[in-house]
């Protein structure tokens, strides 16, 4: 019996240090994504990703007026890889303590079946700009209730995996592809960044940047701070991977 015991307790705590395998055995995955479909994502973002080789993932509002403006140049980005995740049309938050968000749009007087029916509307209109039938979701100010009410499990149908906020993951164990953790941080210092690689590479798990304006803006990242850390991305490509969030998402619903 005292036998057996040993035997499970070792099986548990093995299969729970187990370490996640991520592709061609890279020690961490790195995702970049951007929200709010900002003309900056197209002339500074997408060039510095283009020039690493690397993909990013561009959460963009129906209301964006850059993809009303540019459409055939969004369209072109997803061509080369890059991917359009849904960010609802309006962009609606919690309007607790956000001045900015105008009372038809505020998810606290939202219902449910609206955001959803928003949703689903936004990914006809992103499906329009780049035939994709599979999407992925950038919750809105990280927030995913309307009315009282958690609305993801409403939204498992629509989409692969859903961005939210949070810290690097201790562990790939029980990691929430519906409410994945990401990084964002305003005028960030490059070591910042690197730091988050590198822990997630110590962790053995995964970094999902958030980023806003490029170059100059609102929750801005600078253009060469920007650049630095896809070189250094690039630069430690064998023991980082790092594709579209949908890319990696799927990849981890593969293989949790
Ligand atoms: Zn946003």
Sequence with gaps: MRTLLIVLLTVFAFS??????WPNGAKAAVVFTYDDGLDCHL???????????????????????????????WRAITKRGHELGNHTLFHPCDGTGRDWVKPEYDLRTYTPEQIVAELKTANTLLKAVDGNTERSYGYTCGHF?????????????????ARCDGPIPETMDGYKTWKTPSYTSVDPDIND???????AKANGTIVVFMFHSVGGGYLNTATDVHKKLL????????????????????YVKENQ
């Design 16 to 21: 729970s240090n187990a370490q996640f395998e």
């Design 43 to 73: 002339d500074i973002a997408v060039p510095q990703l283009d020039e690493f080789g690397l993909k990013g993932t561009f959460f963009c509002t129906g209301k964006s007026p850059s993809l009303y403006n540019r459409t055939e140049e």
């Design 145 to 161: 209730v309307a009315n009282g009410v958690d609305f993801t499990d409403s939204i498992k149908s629509i989409f692969v995996a």
């Design 193 to 199: 960044l690197i730091a988050q690689v590198e822990e």
């Design 231 to 250: 070189q250094y991305v690039s630069e430690n490509s064998d023991d980082l991977y790092s594709d579209s969030f949908i890319n990696v998402m799927k």
